[in-house]
């Protein structure tokens, strides 16, 4: 058994492992990939004495209009994100769900009057890291790849824990001998990273499984459904971008807004996102305030507090995976671990080699 289980760690890791590597080392680009894409366009970097990222109120429908004017597909829909910090006023525009265009990826001036820089998303340096980590730049296809390698990743990181199991002395199995053959050292640097690393590793390929597959997260963990309501009337003057967040504040008050989505036009209602306590992702929570987008009523509510164990559980999946779970510390961690599988890529195959040339070798 225990020949056949390192066997299957062999092949797993000649099949998967540069992959492994790729995966890993792009999901360490993208720890902090908003503040690196930020330092590569200095149009949109944070200028002294700025004010909030539309902090002044009419901001936000200034920049609707400016969109508006530039972009205006009748059935597209616009995305603001309330930073809450200095610097423009980053936004994301959905053309027409169907149709030829692709998301496009705003920044507005802090007034809103002046569009600073708009690129496609998959364009640019870092968004183009993330289609690597998240579809391998193969879309639907590539996402299922990545998702159900990321299950032949996992039994790799267990089939090599088995494999160093030890039969007799731990502190023999732990060691690493220094003044060792070469390819003694490849094994035991190759054991001990990966020991060292495989919980946080595990953690981060069966998260990485779940975000890639959310089909089957939504079997495995069957989370409350988010409503989807659509308003009762296509007439009449829409409200603005303020008054629907005053609407969202009001409905859910402890909570932080962090993005409107304001449709062009059509029954869909304006969506606020907002954090609640309780909720771990800073960026992208899981509650949601659903705003007529005529009347400014309140058309549904959808609070995690309130949810079921499933989608108590689903909150969990990005901030584990992205390393946001406690801060700066948890993400530097992340961008480190994202360097591991390539370490254990390259000692395993150097090992691997050398056992080839030298079949006594140990």
């Not at 066997?7 to 360490?28: I, P, Y």
């Not at 391998?136 to 996402?143: E, R, S, Y």
């Not at 609640?276 to 058309?299: A, K, N, Q, T, W």
């Amino acid at each position: 058994m225990r020949i056949l289980v390192r066997r299957v760690h062999l092949w797993l890791g000649l099949s998967l492992g540069l992959l492994f590597a790729v995966l890993g080392l792009t999901g360490s680009a993208l720890v902090f990939y908003s503040d690196i894409d930020t330092a590569l366009h200095p149009t949109v970097q944070v200028t002294r004495n700025s004010p909030a990222s539309g902090g002044t109120v009419p901001a936000w429908d200034r920049a609707l209009a400016t969109g508006h004017a530039r972009w205006n597909d009748a059935g597209g829909k616009w995305s603001f994100e309330l930073t809450g910090e200095p610097g423009p006023i980053p936004a994301r525009y959905y053309p027409m769900p169907g149709g030829h265009g692709v998301r496009l990826m705003v920044w507005f001036s802090t007034d809103g009057k002046r569009i600073l820089r708009a690129e496609p998303w998959g364009g640019y340096l870092m968004s183009w890291v993330y289609q690597l980590h998240m579809q391998l730049l193969a879309g639907a296809t590539g996402g299922q790849v990545v998702g159900w390698s990321g299950v032949g990743m996992l039994l790799l990181l267990v089939s090599g824990l088995l494999t160093w199991w030890p039969r007799g002395s731990w502190k023999k199995a732990l060691a690493f001998k220094r003044d060792a053959a070469p390819i003694r050292r490849f094994r035991d640097l190759h054991k001990l990273s990966g020991l060292a690393s495989m919980p946080l590793l595990f953690i981060l390929v069966a998260t990485g499984v779940l975000l890639a597959l959310p089909a089957v997260t939504q079997t495995l963990l069957a989370p409350s459904t988010i409503p989807a309501p659509t308003s009762s009337d296509t007439r009449g003057k829409r409200i603005s971008i303020v008054q629907a967040l005053a609407v969202g504040r009001r409905a859910l008050p402890e909570g932080r807004i962090v993005f409107v989505d304001v449709p062009t036009s059509g029954t869909a209602p304006i969506r606020v996102r907002v954090q609640v306590p309780g909720d771990p992702h800073e960026r992208f929570p899981g509650s949601y305030v659903f705003i007529d987008s005529l009347s400014g009523r309140v058309l549904a509510i959808h609070d995690v507090r309130r949810a079921n164990t499933g989608s108590a559980v689903a909150r969990w999946i990005r901030t584990l995976h992205d390393g946001t779970v406690g801060g700066t510390t948890t993400r530097v961690i992340a961008l480190l671990l994202g360097f591991v599988p390539a370490l254990l890529f390259a000692t395993g195959v150097l090992h691997w080699l050398r056992r080839r040339r030298s079949p006594h070798a140990s």
